[in-house]
């Protein structure tokens, strides 16, 4: 009997449904379970993001046959088109709910068109290049490509004068896709703090993700050059430098020659002070209206409390805006070199995860190493967490220090300035490949001893990139003026021939 047939018909469709092919292909090819990739969905659009255009063409053609099938089984067994329409819908279910695979399936998208190319061949062919642009070019939406596509083929179908089922399977198939993706609306209703932006996920993800972009933030400490932050847009919270006078805006409003002329003549005793929570919140909150997120890399814990700061504020408006806070463990341009593969990252495109995981892989690759011309702002501020085994000779000296995981470890020592940058630049020879790097030249009020530190250092290495800074008046008061230093990143890891560890600055600190 036809209802029979019909019934069967309908049931085969849907274990036909169910063989997902994404989890098998990818599976196959790459041994790991699609549903834990890209966005999570067993389709073939994630397919191709995440394992390969040709894994994705494999899925394609699977999934659109498993909506053509259970139509030409149909009309071959001279069934009605309501029962082929009932076995594409089935296929559909068992596609975003396979029974093989614990009801976890895709969208269906596929399988649906594989249906509507074998009722209405030549009108779907028309309209897909409008899915196409709809979905791939204006919205980045399956959803919104699927609407308007659809129904433009429901009004073709109408007009070409095909049966009234087969005119409107595009409805009942968008309808029943509309249907099983409740669950996951549900899950993205629930999870999402920002509700507002709920549909705008759902029907124009393209323009989400332009809102997404990620921002970066570093503290003046990073010392980069200002049209360096515009250039790559990372964005600086001053650290505060209190003096007897005045509080004032590290790199903001003080003039950096005037505020070393003092600290060298007038015998100043200066103090410093992290941002406020209060000063990431603003800078948050102005971030909200054109980033969903952003990534902030701090000094070490050790050595300062803008990490708590960042954090703190970042509790306060977690529901508006996400912020990643990063413990750079270095200081200077070494951390400014992280902000820099930050802000890289993000304008590549990526997302939050991806920004950190860039920062966390550069992490292992900085380093900051330097001259200090006098020991006594540094003992002054208390940074100095190895001081009673070397501070008393190193008052008559000129000591080479390393920021080590956030803390200030000795390299060695020299009799002259001169004797210790040597040491230093030797220390770096030995220490670093000489290409496939970036070098930042970092100094204290000393522009011409930072010249002639470049013009050495050029001698031996040949770095991607390059630049000298001025350290910010806030480092001033702890390293005091005259000091000499040279962060660094490591671009191509492979290349190093000595890892910068404990040991190695233990051997150096004993050879000298």
């Known amino acids: 009997m036809a209802w029979q047939s019909c019934s069967l018909l309908v049931i085969a469709s849907y274990l036909l449904g169910s063989i997902s092919s994404a989890i098998l292909v990818t599976r196959v090819w790459c041994g790991k379970d699609i549903r834990t990739l890209g966005n999570n969905n067993a389709g073939a659009a994630n397919v191709a993001r995440t394992v390969g255009l040709f894994p994705a063409a494999i899925v394609v053609v699977f999934d659109f046959s498993k909506g053509a099938i259970p139509?030409?089984?149909?009309?071959?067994?001279?069934?009605?088109?309501?029962?082929?329409?009932?076995?594409?819908?089935?296929?559909?279910?068992?596609?975003?709910?396979?029974?093989?695979?614990r009801l976890r399936g895709g969208k269906g998208m596929a399988a649906s068109l594989g249906a509507l190319l074998a009722f209405t061949p030549f009108e779907t062919l028309l309209v897909l290049p409008v899915l196409g642009l709809v979905y791939l070019v204006i919205t980045g939406s399956a959803v919104t490509g699927a609407i308007v596509s659809l129904s433009l083929l429901i009004g073709l179908n109408l007009w070409r004068g095909h049966p009234l089922v087969v005119s409107l399977a595009p409805l009942a198939l968008m309808v029943t896709m509309g249907l099983c993706i409740i669950p996951q609306a549900i899950s993205d209703w629930r999870q999402r703090a920002d509700k507002k932006r709920l549909l705008t996920h759902w029907f124009t993800p393209k323009e989400e993700t332009a809102h997404e972009r990620v921002a970066v933030i570093t503290d003046s400490l990073a010392s980069l050059p200002p049209d360096l932050c515009q250039q790559a847009q990372i964005h600086v919270v001053p650290m505060a430098l209190i003096l007897a006078d005045a509080v004032y805006h590290d790199g903001v409003d003080i003039d950096p020659r005037t505020y070393y002329r003092r600290l060298r003549e007038d015998n100043l005793?200066?103090?410093?002070?992290?941002?406020?929570?209060?000063?990431?919140?603003?800078?948050?909150?102005?971030?909200?209206?054109?980033?969903?997120s952003g990534v902030v890399i701090t000094p070490p814990k050790e050595l300062t409390q803008t990490w708590d700061s960042a954090r703190l504020a970042a509790e306060m408006i977690k529901n508006t805006f996400r912020a990643e806070i990063?413990?750079?463990?270095?200081?200077?341009?070494?951390?400014?070199?992280?902000?820099?593969?930050?802000a890289r990252a993000a304008a590549s495109g990526a997302g939050l995860a991806a920004v950190v995981e860039a920062v966390e892989t550069t992490q292992k690759e900085v380093g900051f190493v330097g001259v200090l011309d006098t020991v006594k702002f540094l003992v002054?501020?208390?940074?100095?967490?190895?001081?009673?085994?070397?501070?008393?000779s190193a008052l008559h000296t000129y000591p080479v220090l390393y920021i080590h995981q956030g803390q200030i470890r000795l390299i060695g020592m020299a009799r002259t300035k001169s004797k210790a940058v040597e040491r230093m630049i030797k220390w770096l020879g030995d220490t670093l490949p000489?290409?496939?790097?970036?070098?930042?030249?970092?100094h204290t009020d000393a522009f011409q001893e930072a010249a002639e530190l470049e013009k050495k250092l050029l001698e031996l290495f040949h770095p991607d990139?390059?630049?000298?800074?001025?350290?910010?008046?806030?480092?001033?008061?702890h390293a005091g003026p005259g000091l000499l230093a040279v962060a660094w990143q490591i671009t191509h890891a492979n290349h190093m021939r000595n890892q910068v560890s404990q040991s190695s600055i233990k051997q150096h600190s004993k050879s000298g």
């Open 71 to 101: 139509v030409f089984a149909a009309r071959l067994l001279g069934l009605s088109d309501a029962c082929a329409l009932g076995g594409a819908i089935a296929a559909v279910i068992g596609h975003s709910y396979p029974i093989y695979f």
């Open 269 to 292: 005793s200066p103090k410093t002070s992290a941002p406020a929570p209060g000063e990431f919140l603003t800078l948050y909150q102005q971030l909200a209206s054109q980033y969903r």
């Open 326 to 342: 990063i413990d750079s463990r270095v200081v200077g341009p070494a951390q400014g070199f992280l902000a820099l593969a930050a």
């Open 380 to 392: 002054e501020g208390g940074r100095v967490a190895e001081a009673h085994r070397w501070v008393q």
């Open 434 to 442: 000489h290409e496939g790097l970036s070098l930042a030249i970092a």
């Open 465 to 477: 990139e390059h630049f000298v800074t001025e350290l910010t008046p806030v480092i001033g008061a």
